[in-house]
């Protein structure tokens, strides 16, 4: 299994409408997790971290965090053509000496 | 500075070449760390450097790679006898602190011919 799993896409979602992303992860001791946005040819910026249970809302922007189904999610309200982009999942185990580990990322279309 | 600056933003070296990727971490960053990121794929972890010292080298791919942070600042990741197979966005990022936000630079691609 590997350590931060996505799936691959695309996900194809309707202007206006709610994208939502998904991300799994196998170390149980991880503490952090962060989801990074990927536009084509640039390098990852971080939209959201989340550290504890729950949801945690910014803006048009949601994470979801159950450490107990190791799950992480990410949703996306009122999508724009703009957030067109390949959705990275990202973990820091326990310690954080190792930096992140990362998926292979969601690519996500918004269909005008 | 402002963010992280990566420098060549675009190198392409001829098979066997050596090849120097220079990064200037976001000031006040102690933590700085490489990635690197081949088509498709989401970055693959090579090292994690806490001020001078190497607190993770366990993702370098081969004795080819090495890189250096001799002032607690600036890094530079080295490529030996480059091979085909290391051509990728080579990513550099940093934090204020191992385990912190961290930020990204906008990599270096690599084109090894």
């Known amino acids: 299994q590997k350590e931060v799993e996505q799936n691959s896409g695309p996900l194809s979602v309707p202007e206006g409408a709610i994208a939502s992303l998904n991300c799994t992860y196998s170390d149980r001791v991880s503490q952090s997790f962060f989801w990074y946005r990927q536009y084509s040819g640039k390098s990852p910026e971080l939209i959201m971290s989340i550290y504890s249970n729950g949801d945690k809302e910014d803006g048009r922007f949601t994470a979801q965090l159950n450490k107990a189904s190791q799950y992480v999610s990410l949703l996306i309200r009122d999508s724009q053509p703009s957030d067109s982009a390949t959705y990275l999942c990202?973990?820091?185990?326990?310690?954080?000496?190792?930096?992140?580990?990362f998926g292979k990322g969601t690519h996500l279309i918004i269909q005008p | 500075g402002a963010g992280v600056s990566q420098t060549p933003s675009n190198k392409v070296t001829e098979k066997g070449k050596y090849v120097e990727l220079r990064c200037d971490p976001i000031s006040g960053h102690t933590a700085l760390y490489w990635y690197r990121q081949s088509l498709g794929q989401g970055p693959e972890f090579l090292i994690y450097f806490q001020g001078t010292g190497a607190a993770d080298d366990s993702g370098l791919p081969n004795d080819r790679f090495f890189a250096v942070r001799p002032e607690g600042s600036v890094s530079t990741l080295k490529i030996q006898r480059t091979e085909r197979g290391d051509s990728a966005v080579y990513l550099c990022?940093?934090?204020?602190?191992?385990?912190?936000?961290?930020?990204f630079g906008e990599g270096s691609w690599l084109t090894v011919v």
């Open positions: 990202a973990v820091i185990k326990g310690g954080g000496a190792d930096g992140l580990t």
């Open positions: 990022a940093s934090s204020r602190a191992g385990g912190d936000t961290i930020y």
